[in-house]
C-alpha cells in the first residue's frame, strides 16, 4: 500500500489536528470573558500596539480585511474596541481599544501560561519550545512565498 496517502503521514493533518486542539484549550480560559479566540488574536496586535488601521490587523494575522471587518464589528458593539476613520486618510478606518479592551489584558494574563502548560509534554518541554517556534516560523514563511510565487 502507498503510505503517501495514509492519514497519519500527512504533515498537514498533523498540523491542523494540533491547531485545532491548542485553540480548543483556549476556549474555556476565555469563553468567561464572552470571547472567542479569534477576538483574543485581535487583542494580542492590539496590546501590542494601539489604535492600528485594519489593514495592519488583518496582514498582522495574515487574514484578509473581508475576514477581520467583521470580527472587529462584533468587538465595537461589545465595548472592546472602537472603529474610526483614520485623521490623514479618512478612507483609512483605524482600531483602537476602549478601557474595556485595556482591562482584559489583565485579566486574561493567565491564558498564555495556561495554553502553554497544556501543550507541554514529554516531546516538547519548555527548553525545546524556542526551536519548535523557530521551524513553524520558517515553514510559514516558506509557504508564504510559495504563496506570493505560483
Not at 31 to 40: D, M, N, R, S, V
Not at 87 to 115: F, M, N, W, Y
Request: glycine share 6%; proline share 5%.
Amino acid at each position: 500500500m502507498d503510505g503517501r496517502f495514509n492519514l497519519d503521514n500527512q504533515l498537514c493533518f498533523r498540523l491542523y489536528t494540533a491547531s485545532r486542539l491548542i485553540t480548543q484549550s483556549y476556549h474555556p480560559l476565555l469563553a468567561e470573558f464572552g470571547l472567542t479566540y479569534p477576538q483574543y488574536l485581535v487583542l494580542l496586535v492590539l496590546w501590542e500596539k494601539d489604535e492600528q488601521p485594519v489593514n495592519d490587523i488583518a496582514k498582522r494575522l495574515m487574514l484578509e480585511t473581508n475576514t477581520v471587518t467583521p470580527l472587529l464589528k462584533r468587538m465595537e458593539t461589545e465595548g472592546i474596541l472602537t472603529r474610526s476613520k483614520g485623521k490623514k486618510d479618512a478612507r483609512q478606518i483605524i482600531v483602537s481599544l476602549t478601557k474595556k479592551g485595556c482591562t482584559l489584558k489583565e485579566e486574561l494574563l493567565h491564558v498564555p501560561e495556561a495554553v502553554g502548560s497544556a501543550v507541554l509534554c514529554e516531546s516538547l518541554t519548555p527548553e525545546r519550545v524556542p526551536e519548535l517556534f523557530a521551524m513553524l516560523h520558517g515553514l510559514i514563511g516558506q509557504l508564504k512565498e510559495n504563496q506570493s510565487n505560483p
